[in-house]
C-alpha cells in the first residue's frame, strides 16, 4: 500500500480507479465546456485561495508541477499542529496534500531537497495522528460531538504515513478501531443527532473521505464494524436531502447557527461528497438542486474539494431535468424515511419534492449528544413558508436563554406537564439564573457530553445516564396516501420508569402519533399523557412565527400582542385556530380533549417565556428568556399556543388536526370525532376516518357512525400487527390485513349516514363464524381461479383471485379441533407459493 496516490485517488493508469486522469479528463471534456471546469474555474485561477492544499488540488486538476511544488514549500515552511477535534480536518488536508504531491517528480527532476521537506511534513503528520489518537484514548471527545469525525479523521491521516515504519503500524491499528466507532455511530443514526450546523461544520465530509480513503488505500483489513457503509453514507446523504424542508435550509433541530441553510457555503460539499461516494441518483439530483440556492455551491475556501467531492456525470433519476432539479425526486424516492430509527430518531414525510409540496419533520429519539435538545415528540411544517417551528436561537452555550428556553421542551412542539415541585439539578453548568422548571422533560447533560464509544451508549441506555428517551414503535408510508409514525417518548420526562431527580415521576405514559394523509394534506396529531397526578397541568404545545387567530381573547399578562392571553375553547368557532406567514397558512382545529383552555403565548417580551415555576396556578410569574440576538437563519418565531384540558384528570389525549395551505385559502374540510370511547378515538376528515386506539392497543371490537354517505377510506391504526380485522358498513364489508405498523386500511362506500363495525377476524374464516373449518375450504373450493373475489369467497390475501395461494392460507390456519388439513385434489399447482405463505405467518 506504500504507493501514492493512495487517498482517494490512485496512480495513473490503476484499473477501474479514480485518478488524477479522471479528474483531468472530466475538466477538459467538452473542448473545455462543461459543468465541472465551470465550476472548478471559480476557483481555480484566484490568487486568494492558495494555501497548500488549494495548490495540491491544483495540481490535481492540472497536472502542473509548478502546484505540486507550491504545495510542498508551503507545508514545509508551516507546521500542523493539533487542535482538538472541531479543528482536526486541518490533519486529512495534510494528509491529503501530502499523498496527492508525493509522487509527482517521480521520473522527472525533483524539487531542491524534496525528500527533507517530505520526511518533514511526514513527521507533522505523524504527530498530529499522535495527538489525535490520545486524545480519543483520553476519552474526552464524545461520539456524536467531535469522536466519531475525529476517529475519521484519524483514519485518513494514519493511511497517509508510510509502511514499514512500528510507531505508524500501530498508529493505524489505533485508528482502525477508532474509524469502527466512527462507522456503528453513523450508521446508529442516520443523520447528525446534533443537527445540521455541526454536521456541515468539520463534520459531514470526513465521513466519506475515511471510507473511501480506506478503499483507495487498504487492500486487505479485518471486517468491517458495519455490514452495509456505502448504504450507511447513502443514508446520511437522504437525510440531508429529506429534511431540506423547501426553502433552501434545513428542519431546525439542535444548536443550530448560519451553516442551516445551503447558500451559506459550508454544506454544499458534504451535499456533493455523499452523491459521488455512492453514486446515487437521487442524492446526484438534490446535489444539483442544491446549486439552485447557491453557485458555486462552496465557499472559496472549500472548492479545492471539487475534484474530490463533485462529479456532474453521476447517472440522475428517470426524468430529471435540470431546470428543476429536485421534481424527479418524487417518482425515485418514498415520501417518508425514518433516519436512525433507534437513536436518532427523526423522521421526514413529504407530500412530495415540487414547490408548494408539505415537508414534516417528526423525531422521538435518543440522548446522543450536548448540542441535541429535550425535543422528544416535536415535529415541524413548513407549506410555502414556515408555518410550524422549533423556538429560540443559539445564543450564548451556558445562557439563560440556551438553557432554559432554547434547548428545552418549552421551546418545541411537543407536550409539557407542570409539576410544581419538580427538580431540576443537570450535571455541569447551571445557567445565570438557575434551572427553570419548565415542565418539560428532563435534561441529560445540556453541556459537555461524555459518551466514548458506541457501546458506552448502549450501556447507559436504561441505566446509568439512562439516554434512552424516545422510541419509535411503528412507521408506514404508502407514497400519495399516507405517513405514519407512532412513538413512545414517556422516558424523554421524569417517568415512572426513570426519574433523574429520585421523585418518582410525573408522568407513566407519553406516547404521540402522526398521520400524515398525503392527498388531502391533513396531519392528525394524536397524544395519550398520563400524570401521576392530576393536579399535574398539561401544555399541548404549538410554535408558530405568528399569533393564531381565533377564539374570544382574555389578555391575562401584557397585552394582546405582546403577553399571555387565555381563550376558552368554547369561544373558537369550529375549534379552529389559523396562522398565516407569507404564502402559508396553517388552519388546527382542536378535537380533543373536547373541553379546553387555549394560551397564547408571545409578543416581543413573551416569545421566550417559560412559566419556571412549573406553576401556571399561582399566575404568570415567569421569566422571557431573551438574553440572545435574533438572526435571520434560525426560526425565531414570535407566538406558541398551549392547550390544556379544563378538567383536571392524570389521563389525556389530545386530538388535533392541522392542515396547512396557500395564504390564500378562507376553508378547510371541518374534522370530526366519530367516536372517543376508552377504547379507541376515531375521527372523521373528508373522505378520510382515522382511528386510534384510546388508551393503546385495540383489543376489542368497536364501532362508530358515519354522518353522511360516500366513498370512505378508514385508516385504523394501534390494531394487533399482522391481525385481521372486518369492516362491515352499509353495503358489505371489507377485510384488511393490519401490516407489522398495526395499521389497516379499509375502503367503504354508503348512500347515507351509516354505522360502520369494526371486527377482528382469524385469517382464513371466510364465513366469519370464528372457526377455520372445512366450511371455510368449501367456500375457497367453491369459487376457486375466479377473479373479482373477496375474503368470503375464499381470497385469503387480497389479490381478487381465488387460487392456491389462499389454499395454503386456509391450511396454515385450519383449526378444528383434532382435524386434519383436507388434501385439495390439485395440491401440485401450490408451488412457490407456499413457501412465501409460511415465511410470512412464522413472523406474525
Ligand atoms: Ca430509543
Ligand atoms: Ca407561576
Ligand atoms: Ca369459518
Ligand atoms: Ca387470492
Known amino acids: 500500500m506504500d504507493e501514492h496516490p493512495r487517498l482517494v485517488f490512485r496512480p495513473i493508469g490503476t484499473p477501474g480507479a479514480r485518478t488524477f486522469q479522471t479528474v483531468r479528463d472530466l475538466y477538459n471534456s467538452n473542448g473545455g465546456n462543461n459543468p465541472f471546469k465551470q465550476e472548478v474555474d471559480t476557483w481555480l485561477y484566484n490568487a486568494s485561495y492558495s494555501t497548500y492544499i488549494d495548490q495540491a488540488s491544483r495540481y490535481v486538476i492540472t497536472g502542473n508541477l509548478s502546484y505540486a511544488e507550491s504545495a510542498l514549500n508551503s507545508m514545509y515552511g508551516s507546521s500542523l499542529s493539533y487542535g482538538g477535534t472541531e479543528g482536526a480536518f486541518t490533519g486529512a488536508q495534510w494528509a491529503l496534500a501530502y499523498d496527492w504531491i508525493h509522487d509527482a517528480w517521480e521520473g522527472g527532476s525533483p524539487p531542491a531537497n524534496l525528500s527533507t521537506k517530505l520526511a518533514y511534513i511526514e513527521s507533522e503528520i505523524a504527530d498530529f495522528v499522535g495527538a489525535a489518537l490520545s486524545d480519543l484514548d483520553g476519552g474526552g471527545p464524545s461520539l456524536w460531538h467531535g469522536r466519531a469525525s475525529l476517529g475519521a479523521v484519524a483514519w485518513v491521516a494514519a493511511l497517509a504515513l508510510p509502511a514499514g515504519n512500528a510507531t505508524y503500524d500501530t498508529y493505524r491499528t489505533e485508528a482502525w478501531d477508532d474509524w469502527q466507532q466512527s462507522l456503528k455511530a453513523t450508521h446508529a443514526c442516520g443523520g447528525w443527532p446534533e443537527g445540521p450546523t455541526y454536521w456541515a461544520t468539520n463534520r459531514g465530509v470526513n465521513f466519506p473521505l475515511a471510507y473511501q480513503s480506506y478503499t483507495s488505500a487498504v487492500t486487505g483489513s479485518p471486517a468491517l464494524a458495519v455490514a452495509d457503509p456505502m448504504e450507511d453514507l447513502r443514508q446520511l446523504g437522504l437525510w440531508m436531502l429529506y429534511t431540506e424542508r423547501g426553502d433552501g435550509s434545513f428542519n431546525r433541530y439542535g444548536d443550530v447557527s448560519s451553516q442551516v441553510v445551503i447558500n451559506n457555503g459550508t454544506i454544499g460539499q458534504s451535499i456533493d461528497y455523499y452523491a459521488i461516494a455512492t453514486g446515487d441518483p437521487a442524492l446526484a439530483a438534490f446535489a444539483e438542486h442544491a446549486r439552485d440556492y447557491r453557485y458555486p455551491l462552496y465557499w472559496s475556501g472549500y472548492r479545492w474539494m471539487l475534484p474530490v467531492t463533485y462529479d456532474p456525470t453521476i447517472p440522475k433519476p428517470p426524468g430529471y431535468d435540470p431546470a428543476h432539479p429536485a421534481e424527479c425526486l418524487g417518482a425515485a424516492l418514498p415520501n417518508a424515511a425514518v433516519f436512525g430509527r433507534d437513536a436518532l430518531g427523526l423522521v421526514v414525510m413529504r407530500q412530495g419534492w415540487s414547490d408548494g409540496d408539505t415537508q414534516i419533520s417528526f423525531k422521538a429519539g435518543d440522548y446522543l449528544a450536548h448540542h441535541g435538545h429535550y425535543d422528544q415528540g416535536t415535529f415541524t411544517l413548513f407549506k410555502h413558508d414556515k408555518l410550524v417551528i422549533n423556538s429560540g436561537g443559539y ?23 407542570q409539576r410544581p415541585d419538580e427538580m431540576w439539578t443537570p450535571p455541569s453548568v447551571t445557567p445565570p439564573s438557575g434551572w427553570a422548571n419548565d415542565g418539560g422533560q428532563r435534561i441529560v447533560q445540556a453541556t459537555g457530553s461524555t459518551v466514548s464509544s458506541y457501546e458506552n451508549w448502549l450501556a447507559n441506555k436504561t441505566s446509568g445516564w439512562n439516554y434512552e428517551s424516545g422510541e419509535i414503535t411503528a412507521f408506514d408510508n404508502v407514497d400519495g396516501a399516507y405517513s405514519y409514525v407512532a412513538s413512545d ?48 397541568k398539561k401544555k399541548w404545545l404549538l410554535h408558530t ?35 398565516t406567514n407569507g404564502g402559508g397558512k396553517l ?35 415567569g421569566t422571557n428568556y431573551d438574553d440572545y440576538s435574533e438572526v435571520s437563519y434560525h426560526d425565531y418565531g414570535d407566538w406558541r399556543i398551549e392547550v390544556s384540558p379544563k378538567a383536571a384528570s392524570n389521563f389525556d389525549t389530545f386530538l388535533n388536526v392541522l392542515s396547512p395551505r396557500s395564504s390564500a385559502t378562507s376553508s378547510v374540510d371541518p374534522a370530526t370525532v366519530l367516536l372517543a370511547s376508552p377504547l379507541a378515538t376515531v375521527m372523521r376528515v373528508g373522505g378520510y376516518v382515522v382511528g386510534m386506539g384510546t388508551a393503546g392497543l385495540i ?54 349516514a351509516h354505522g360502520v363495525v369494526i371486527t377482528s377476524v382469524l385469517c382464513a374464516d371466510a364465513n366469519f363464524d370464528d372457526v377455520v373449518d372445512g366450511l371455510d375450504y368449501n367456500a375457497w373450493s367453491l369459487h376457486y381461479l375466479a377473479s373479482g373475489m373477496n375474503w368470503g369467497d375464499g381470497d385469503f390475501n387480497f389479490d381478487t383471485v381465488v387460487d392456491g395461494l389462499d389454499y395454503n392460507i386456509w391450511s396454515l390456519n385450519y383449526a378444528p379441533e383434532g382435524a386434519a388439513v383436507p388434501e385439495p385434489a390439485f395440491a401440485a399447482l401450490l408451488g412457490l407459493g407456499l413457501a412465501v405463505v409460511a415465511w410470512r405467518r412464522r413472523r406474525a
Open 395 to 417: 445564543g450564548p452555550y451556558t445562557g439563560d436563554h440556551r438553557l432554559n428556553y432554547y434547548v428545552r421542551t418549552v421551546a418545541k412542539n411537543g407536550i409539557l406537564v
Open 489 to 536: 417518548i414517556t422516558r424523554a420526562y421524569n417517568s415512572t420508569l426513570y426519574d433523574c431527580e429520585g421523585q418518582g415521576g410525573k408522568v407513566s405514559l407519553v406516547t404521540r402519533q402522526l398521520v400524515y394523509l398525503q392527498d388531502a394534506d391533513v396531519l392528525v396529531v394524536f397524544d395519550r399523557v398520563n400524570a401521576t397526578n392530576a393536579a399535574y
Open 545 to 579: 412565527p405568528n399569533k393564531f387567530v381565533g377564539g374570544t381573547e382574555v389578555v391575562a399578562v401584557g397585552s394582546a400582542s405582546n403577553g399571555i392571553i387565555e381563550v376558552d375553547g368554547d369561544t373558537i368557532p369550529g375549534d379552529t385556530l389559523t396562522m
Open 587 to 621: 388552519f388546527l382545529q382542536v378535537l380533543l380533549p373536547a373541553s379546553y383552555t387555549v394560551n397564547k403565548v408571545g409578543g416581543l417580551n413573551y416569545r421566550y417565556y417559560v412559566e419556571d415555576d412549573g406553576d401556571d396556578a399561582d399566575g404568570y410569574d
Open 699 to 752: 383489543d376489542d371490537d368497536f364501532g362508530y357512525t358515519v354522518p353522511e354517505g360516500g366513498t370512505f377510506r378508514h385508516l385504523i391504526v394501534d390494531l394487533q400487527p399482522e391481525g385481521y380485522y372486518k369492516l362491515t358498513g352499509e353495503a358489505g364489508y371489507d377485510v384488511a390485513a393490519a401490516n407489522e405498523a398495526g395499521l389497516a386500511l379499509f375502503t367503504e362506500t354508503a348512500a347515507a
